[in-house]
Every structure is written in C-alpha cells, then in structure tokens.
C-alpha cells in the first residue's frame, strides 16, 4: 500500500487565489485532504487562457490545472449566509484554513480570526497577502510584479539600459505559496504542544527579499544598493557575463574563484584546448590564484572573448555533456522542451501524465518535488472541476477524528514557548539553501549546531577571506546573516576521529541537515542507511542541485546552474535579448522553504508515528515544480513559454516605468499593473483622463492587449515626471495596483518591512553591528526572532561537546590537543 503521505490525516479547507494555489498544491501533495473552496462560478483564473489543447473551457486553463492538484473541490457563496454558515461548520472539522484574499477580506466577510477560532479554537489560519496583515502598507493592492519591486528582487534585474524586468512566472507566488506551507506545518506542530491554532501572517514583499541573499541587509556596511548588468555579476573590479549564446541557445558560466570553482574553470580551459579554442594566455595562466574580486577589467574581457568563442561554437546539449563529464559549473538555459528530455528527471522518473477524462487527454506536470525513505509525496488527484465534490461539501468531513490525526486535549499555555523549543538539528554543508532552510527552526527555538573545519570552511566564509587580515573566516556578512541563531562547532572530518564524534552528535539530534554533493555523507558512514540503526527515529533531509541519484547527481552546481536548469532563466528577461537572472539564484531562496516545510512535515509524521525518514530533495526539481504551468503550457497547449519582459498575457498596462529622478538617482522606477476595466479607469482618473487615454482601443483589456505596444508610451511619459514614492501613494489611494521598484537602501526605509521588523539588528563578535534578515512569515502566538548572531569558526566546541554530548573535561583536552577540533 503506497505510504498516505506525512500529512495524511490533515484537513484543510484553501480559498487561495492564484497567489496561494501553491500552499495548498504542496499541503496535498504531502498527503492532507486539501479542499479548494471556490465562488459558484468559479476561480476567474478558470477564464485565463492558455487552454488545454486550444480549447477555451473555464476546465481547460493550464494554469488552474496545473497548480490545483492533490485537491478535492467545492463552491460556497461565501457573500451569503448560508454559504458562510457552511464553511464554517466545515472549519469546525478542519485543521487548517489557507487565504489570500487580501488583508482584511475575512473580516469583511465575517470571517476573521476570531470567528474561525470561536468555530474551532485549534484551527490554523495562514494569510498571504501583498504586504500582510497590517502595517502602513497592509490596505494597498498588490500583485507579483509589485511584490517582486517592492521586495528589491525586480530592481537588479535586467539590462542597465532598460527598465528592471521580471520572470514571465510569477515568482512572488512561488515564494509567498511555500512560505504558507511552511507556516502551517510549523503552527500544526505547535498546536500539538500549545493546544491551540494560531494565524499565519505571509507578505509577499516580505518573502521576495530573501531572494536577493541578504544584499538588502549589507547596505548599512557596504552602501552597495544595487544595479542591473545584464545576465552577469560584478567582482571586486570588473563586470563578468554569466550567460552566454550558444549554436541553439544559451549557458550559464560564471569566472567566479574559490576553492569549489577554480577546478572546473581549468577543466574548461583544457576541454577548449582539445578542441583547438584554448588561447596561450588562458593556458599558461595561474588558475589557483585567480580571484574573481581581484582580476582587471581587460583580463576579463580577454578572457571572456575566448570562453565567448568557444560556447557559440557548440550546442546547449554539447556543453552540458561535457559539463557533467568534467564537473564544470555550466548549465543550459532550459526551455520547457529540454527540461521534459531531461535524461536525469526520466531516471528519477520526475513527470506524470495525469489523465483528464473529461476533456480527453492529459497533462504532463512535475509530480513528486521531493523524495522520502517512507514515500508518499506527490500528485494525488488531477485539480478538481468546478464544483465535482459539492455533494461531499454538504456533509463535510463528519465529527469524529480524521484517520492519522492527532487530538490534544492539553489545555492552551498563557504563554506558549518558542515553536520549536527542545528541537535539536545537526548541519552539515554550507552555502545559503541549506543553512536558510534551519534558520527557520532556529529562529523558532530549536537548537541547530553546524559542523564546519579550517580545513573545509562553509564557502561563503571565504567571501570575504583574505589571509592574514583581521577577522579571518569570521569576517564574512553574507555567513553571519545567514546563519544567526546558530551554534557552531570545529571537527576535522578528514581526521579519522571526526566521524565517530559526529555520529555521537547524530545520537544527539533529532534532524540531520545536509547539502553537500552526493557521496560525501557516504565517504563518511553518515548517509542515513549507516545512521538509521544508530538512531531509527532520525529525520534526515539531503538536498544538493540534482538530488541523491541518477545519472547527473554528480554534477556541481550553485543556485546559478540551478535557475539555468530549472527554466527561470530562460523565462527572465525581454523577448529581444538574451535571458537573465533572477537576481540572486531563485532556487536558493526557494529551496530553503522546501526544506523547512519537508523537515517540519516529515516530524509531525514521526510525532504520530514514531518513525523517521529520509528526503532527498534537488533544488533544480523544487524549482520545477513551482514552474509546473511552464511544463503544463508545452505538454498541454504545446507552446514554450519565453521572455515576455515585464507584459502580462491577462492585464495592460502591466509593466515597469520610469519616474522622475531623485536628486542624483535617474534609475527610478514604478511597477503598475492594470487587472481590469474598472481599474483602468480608475487609472484614466488618477492621470487626469488624458486625451489619449480614452482612445477606443484602451476601452477593454482585449483591446489594450492588443495595443499595448501603443499604450505604454503615453504612460511612462506621464509618470517620469512623477516621484516614484508619491506616485506610489496616489495610484494605492485610487485603488490601483503599484508600487516603486525599490533598490537596497530603498528597504532598508521602507515603513512597512519596518512595522515587521524584517530587519532586525544583532552584534557580532568579528563583523559588529549589523542587520539580520527574519522570514516572510509571522506567527500571531510563537513569534520567531534573532536571539544570537552566527557561530565564529568553531565558537561554540567546547559547550557543545562537553555539555550536548557529555565529554569528559579529560576526553575534550586529549581530542583537543591531537588537533581534531579545528
């Protein structure tokens, strides 16, 4: 019988718009009864094209279908009281509520948190909106295009020529539907020690900072607010390109230094060599002293017109070979097509046709976006048609408790301890996705100790490593933002004493957290095979770019290979020029939320039954998955979606303009995003209903589709003479959707993230004074918060050998003398 999942037994009632079909899509397919609650005629998205083999039917849309499965689905009038008073009866039987409606929207509906709670008092209720809950900011309007600038991801986004640009996807979506999973698991988990439910608070500007891998939060040290170049990055005294044209599309390559780089670097050189495209200088040039922050720009540019050559010689395929035979960091731009013939997602037999009977064909989509030792995690129904299970939505779930669930009858605490109080995690591995992933536990109670050595610091370490300077390892911002809350220990893996001690610390744990690359765990005696007799209750969470099998999970990778491989390249950008970003390598901030939501999915399961696991989750499939309509467009409407700029298929205008310049700063820019005919109007008003503006072709968003090439000129003419940050003010004002494209140092002023402290201050022994970034969503009873800075190198050894794992005083000074503890 295949495994129910970990979340079996869960129910929850999702009344999300587009911007939350995400949470409940994840909720389900980790086992929950999601039941998609729509109006009685339907979700509007049903009515967005593209259609299911080009038929225009409110069952075709490739969007609803391919971000609505493993969910039941009724319609309720929730405007009326019979509707209302349905739903509620069903949020007495319920676990969760998920909602997206906007700040306030219950409330108007009579359906407020305190309404839920009087129906159930252990109902979780999580909330996504633009910019939560309340705040200065809570009212506005607000969509993906203005999350992601409002957010600081859209600003260092494109070309500097051009205004910032978006991903052809809604991104915000992607994170805002992840982070509501992740709440609800870890407000599940706290209702079993709590007693009761609580509400989640997820603001989409919120979210879509950590994206930008904690840059905001570094401008009060380094006054960088960013910038556009294209589809590169800066070093310390040059620009690099990091995608490039090839015969049939294009790759990513980055001449990024570093230990874990540098080798793949020469591997290229002396691949190009073979081929007769390996200039004298390339080859006689000392790679192990190259640093990317160091190097001219005309070594760049010297070094760049070979490489340049050389890509535009091959095909995407040719080079991606080669990449995963020699280990280099290169990786295709992938379209929708290539990801489908991906020969590593056919072994690990990724995809699943589900069949729709009822229109004749089936829809090829993403299916399990993680793997665990127990299973049960994947698609478990087609989405639902409009209003299919009514006739179940008249008698509910039934009084009794659901099979798996766990009833508690401990009355609540006045003042509940942190979420994850007593929780004990041991990590290994380094970078941003997999630490950022245990922040949430830390930053919640749980105590997470980190394994690193001077023999093999975390990499962002050597940010800002320069030897023999003060500071040392300890010296880098990114580390200590990442990884605050932490305590961290020196162990010399490569020592034949390292293992034995950390298995010691395995005993210790309840969670290991790993991202290094397959083997390493291994090469060790800590994969979970040789943990799991030490400790058969672990819950142990792997994830590296391409998961734990296959035939390309050796191939290296950061989150740059994992936006090329995963399709957010290709879809970032303009339809005229090469693809782009996202700023900050999208999966490292995607994956992160994944391994939050798995590991606290993966503990409510042993909670109930007393079992561990192991999940393998590959950052490039997570990413898949969010992109389930890019694959459900190809399979289903046969196109491959591509760059669109900052256009929208379904609004006009919707897009990026210039405003006016703000003392010396020309780059300012607005996001308007236009969803409807009356909010066009509304628009015509704000503007003073120009002439132009009641032109007969802008009279219908058909029309303004159809016109838009004509429209968005007059547009950014009237708002370039404007101040963005005012302009903002009176479009919200006249209920439009906008919001100023903020850079940096734009966050760190911005009232609203103020209100939710999303940055709040920490001192660090080595980098002093400085911002800590907190996650995007907010807990009403079990706030997280920032209680320590991060671990210099081995910092906290001793405390957690002596006092963790009860070492002698005599045991400690022997291993410490023989060198083991650095």
């Known amino acids: 019988m295949a495994h129910p999942g970990n979340l079996a037994g869960l129910r929850v009632l999702d009344l999300t718009t587009e911007a939350g079909f995400l949470a409940g ?11 998609k609650v729509e109006p009685p005629g339907g979700d509007p ?34 405007a009326s009281p019979a509707g209302r008073e349905r739903f509620l009866r069903l949020c007495a039987q319920a676990d969760a509520v998920i909602e997206s409606g906007g700040a306030g929207w219950l409330e108007q509906l009579g359906l407020g948190p305190e309404a839920l709670q009087a129906a ?10 633009a910019f939560g809950q309340d705040g200065p900011y809570s009212a506005w309007r607000g969509s993906d295009i203005t999350a992601v600038g409002m957010g600081g991801n859209l600003y260092p986004t494109g070309n500097p020529e051009r205004a910032p640009v978006r991903c052809t996807l809604p991104v915000a979506y992607y994170h805002g539907g992840i982070e509501a999973a992740v709440g609800v698991a870890f407000a599940l988990w706290g209702r079993e020690e709590n007693g009761r439910g609580q509400v989640v608070d997820v603001s989409l500007q919120e979210v879509m900072v950590m994206p930008d891998m904690t840059t905001p939060a570094q401008f ?25 044209p090839c015969k049939d599309g294009y ?55 070979a490489l340049g050559a050389f890509f535009a010689s091959k095909t995407m395929q040719e080079l991606y070979d080669a990449a995963c035979k020699r280990k280099l960091m290169l990786a295709p731009a992938n379209t929708a097509r290539a990801i489908t013939a991906s020969r590593q997602l056919a072994s690990r037999e990724f995809f699943v046709d589900v069949p729709h009977a009822e229109i004749g064909m089936s829809i090829r989509l993403p299916d399990s976006f993680a793997r665990s030792s127990a299973g049960g995690i994947g698609i478990r129904r087609r989405a639902p048609r409009l209003g299919e299970d009514n006739q179940w939505g008249a008698r509910g779930w039934g009084l009794g408790v659901g099979k798996g669930r766990v009833p508690s009858d401990r009355p609540p605490r006045p003042n509940p301890q942190p979420l994850f109080s007593g929780l004990k995690i041991l990590e290994f591995g380094g970078g941003a996705a997999g630490p950022l992933g245990t922040r949430y536990f830390a930053d919640h109670g749980a105590t997470v100790v980190r394994i690193e050595s001077s023999q093999r610091p975390d990499f962002i370490r050597l940010l800002r490593y320069t030897p023999g300077v003060a500071g040392g390892f300890d010296a880098s911002h990114m580390f200590a933002m990442v990884n605050c809350n932490k305590l961290g220990i020196a162990l010399d893996m490569s020592r034949p004493e390292g293992p034995p001690l950390a298995r010691r610390l395995v005993q210790w744990a309840d969670v290991v957290a790993e991202n290094f690359a397959p083997k390493a765990m291994t090469k060790w005696g800590l994969d979970y095979e040789s943990l799991r007799p030490l400790k058969p209750d672990l819950v142990m969470i792997s994830t590296c770019l391409n998961g734990q099998t296959g035939p390309e999970r050796d191939y290296p990778g950061f989150g740059g290979q994992g936006s090329a491989l995963s399709g957010f390249n290709h879809l970032t950008g303009w339809p005229d020029r090469e693809p782009l970003g996202p700023y900050g390598t999208i999966t490292d901030s995607l994956s992160p939320r994944f391994v939050a939501l798995l590991v606290a999915s993966a503990l409510l399961h042993r909670r109930r039954t007393g079992e561990g696991q192991c999940i393998d989750l590959s950052q490039v499939e997570g990413g898949i998955v969010c992109l389930s309509e890019n694959i459900a467009t190809f399979s289903g409407a046969g196109e491959i979606l591509g760059r669109l700029g ?87 004002a006249a209920g439009i959707d906008a919001g100023v494209v903020q850079n940096f140092e734009d966050l760190n002023r911005d009232p609203q993230l103020a209100h939710r402290r999303h940055f709040r201050p920490v001192k660090h022994p080595v980098v002093g ?50 060198g083991i503890f650095k």
């Open 220 to 244: 009060p040290l380094t006054g960088f607010k960013g910038g556009r170049i294209g589809g590169g990055f800066r070093g310390g005294k040059a620009q690099f390109r990091e995608l490039w």
């Open 45 to 78: 998205v049903r009515q967005r094209g593209p259609f299911a083999g080009g038929i225009e039917d409110p069952e075709r849309s490739i969007l609803w279908l391919a971000l609505n499965t493993s969910k039941r689905g009724i319609t309720l009038d929730l």
């Open 120 to 129: 159930n008092p252990r109902l979780v209720l999580a909330r996504i909106s």
């Open 251 to 305: 790759v990513s390559f980055a001449l990024r230094g570093g230990p874990a780089r540098i080798p793949g670097i020469v591997a290229l050189i002396a691949h190009m060599d073979e081929h007769g495209m390996a200039p004298p200088a390339l080859k006689t040039r000392d790679w192990k002293t190259y640093n990317h922050n160091l190097v001219t720009q005309s070594e760049v540019d010297e070094i760049e017109a």
């Open 769 to 818: 004074e400085h911002l800590c970034e907190m996650m995007g969503l907010r807990f009403s009873a079990t706030p997280g918060d920032i209680r320590s800075p991060a671990p210099c190198l081995g910092e906290h050894t001793e405390k957690v050998m002596r006092e963790l794992l009860c070492m002698s005083e005599s045991e400690y000074r022997e291993l410490e003398a023989a």
């Open 646 to 732: 900052n256009r929208s298929r379904s609004a006009a205008p919707h897009g990026v303009f210039r405003c006016a310049r703000r003392g010396e700063d020309d780059d300012r820019w607005i996001a308007i995003a236009v969803h409807s005919d009356d909010e066009w109007q509304r628009l015509r008003r704000a503007m003073g209903d120009p002439a132009w503006a009641a032109d007969a072709r802008y009279a219908t968003t058909a029309a303004r589709l159809a016109h838009v090439d004509d429209l968005e000129p007059p547009l950014e003419s009237w708002t370039r003479t404007r101040a963005a940050e005012e302009l903002m003010q009176s479009l919200q």
């Open 25 to 35: 899509k994840l909720l389900g397919d980790l086992g929950a009864d999601v039941v």
